[in-house]
């Protein structure tokens, strides 16, 4: 069927890839799996010792909200209709400064300042040509690039890793190079992802004035995933410094890498799960010191584990269903458990942000909500730096503002492409 003679159509295209992919998914919000990726060879120390008495939570004997501020809307995205992608903010950095990297699908990527105003360094849209799975042709369509992560180095440099695709169908995807912003523009560098689009694209970014780090947690939907945290040096991404090594039986153990984590002295912190026959058996930190070859695994009574941050002093919280810091015995649960924890920052060895139904705050041993302007958008992530705060949505941007002032708030346009911009075949 393949051949000249016949015109490539996008409906003959997407035919193709129908009769071509063994498996196609459903659009991705989000890479993380929600089935288990590759199984690891090392030994699990014994359980930390059992958590003390809890500390008091957020329940009906505390119905006000945490005395630290307000989370004011700053920016908001709005779509045009008709897009070919599907338009949404998916990570931010927060910035020493006040502001905030917040970067996204559709090529989305902006920064703000502290007063909310936006500076756009989104990525255009360009035509490009993607071959067609069987058929011995290809096709031009408008790609945009996806973000999944961003962290910021200072105010003047900052990171990003995406993948870029055509339109929503998760078969034309393919990964970018590392972005870098120098403190003037955005730059590509020449770090590839190590392995296809579907065996691991670049998720995460974090590290230090010296380190950068990114974390692959795959697709299983193509098999097992290239689960792995990977270093940047000289360049390019170097070879897995954690691996998660696939499995040769169902009852193998199951590597799950949900979150990075670097401390200001270098030490690496990667939150995740182990998995058998197919369910999740125990949350698992795995760490590594400044200079060190070897990882230490420190299992955690949480099977929802999927955060880990680090605060200032180097203090480490970890967050499932429940909130966990490091104590001198191990990771100590300081919150009753609930629904699970969506998004963690430390921001010291007493505090630390979260994201559950909402923005909340542990401070003075307990946790309480903070106060958010009204919104139809459910919180998804929250970051700090200092005393500054944000946090996002899908569509829409919060800073912690201590004062009683109001701010405009910012639309951040997505109008391009549309489906008058794929060419004619």
């Not at 459910?378 to 941007?397: K, L, M, P, Q």
Request: hydrophobic share 40%.
């Amino acid at each position: 069927m393949a051949g000249a003679a016949r015109a490539v159509t996008p409906a003959r295209v997407a035919f193709a890839l129908a009769a071509a992919l063994s498996a196609c998914v459903a659009t991705n919000a989000s890479r993380d799996p929600p089935a288990p990726p590759p199984a690891s060879s090392s030994p699990t120390p014994p359980s930390a010792p059992p958590a003390p008495p809890l500390v008091a939570d957020a329940g009906t004997d505390a119905p006000v909200t945490a005395p630290v501020g307000v989370f004011r809307m700053r920016a908001k995205l709005v779509a045009a209709p008709g897009l070919t992608c599907l338009a949404g903010f998916q990570d931010l950095a927060a910035l020493p400064s006040g502001g905030a990297w917040v970067a996204g699908h559709c090529g989305t990527r902006v920064r703000l300042d502290a007063d909310g105003q936006v500076e756009d360094f989104s990525e255009p849209w360009q035509l490009t040509s993607v071959p067609v799975p069987g058929y011995g042709a290809t096709i031009r369509c408008p790609e945009t690039a996806s973000f999944w992560g961003i962290w910021a180095r200072s105010d003047h440099e900052a990171f990003a890793v995406s993948d870029g695709r055509c339109g929503t169908d998760p078969n034309l995807l393919w990964g970018r190079p590392l972005d870098r912003f120098d403190g003037t523009r955005w730059r590509l560098t020449k770090a590839l992802p190590p392995a296809g689009p579907h065996e691991g694209i670049p998720e995460q970014l974090a590290g230090t004035t010296r380190e950068l780090y990114t974390l692959v947690t795959g697709d299983e939907w193509h098999g097992p995933p290239q689960c792995a945290l990977l270093r940047y040096a000289r360049g390019s991404w170097g070879k897995p410094e954690l691996t998660c090594p696939p499995p040769r039986t169902p009852r193998d153990r199951v590597m799950v890498l949900k979150s990075l984590a670097v401390a200001a002295d270098g030490a690496v912190w990667v939150a995740g799960q182990i998995w058998h026959d197919g369910k999740a058996t125990a949350g698992m930190l795995w760490s590594r010191d400044a200079g060190a070859k070897k990882w230490t695994e420190t299992r955690v009574d949480d099977l929802e584990l999927q955060s880990v941050s680090v605060g200032a002093g180097g203090s480490v919280w970890a967050a499932g269903t429940g909130l966990w810091r490091r104590e001198a015995a191990g990771f100590v649960r300081v919150a009753p458990a609930g629904e699970p924890i969506a998004s963690l920052w430390a921001e010291s060895s007493t505090r630390a942000w979260l994201v559950r139904s909402g923005p909340q705050v542990f401070d003075g041993g307990r946790v309480l909500p903070v106060a958010i302007d009204p919104t139809q958008d459910s919180v998804t992530r929250i970051r700090g730096s200092g005393e500054h705060v944000w946090a996002i949505s899908r569509g829409e941007v919060w800073r912690l503002e201590r004062g009683s002032a109001r701010g405009d708030v910012s639309r951040i346009l997505v109008t391009r492409p549309i489906g008058s911009d794929y060419p004619e075949q």
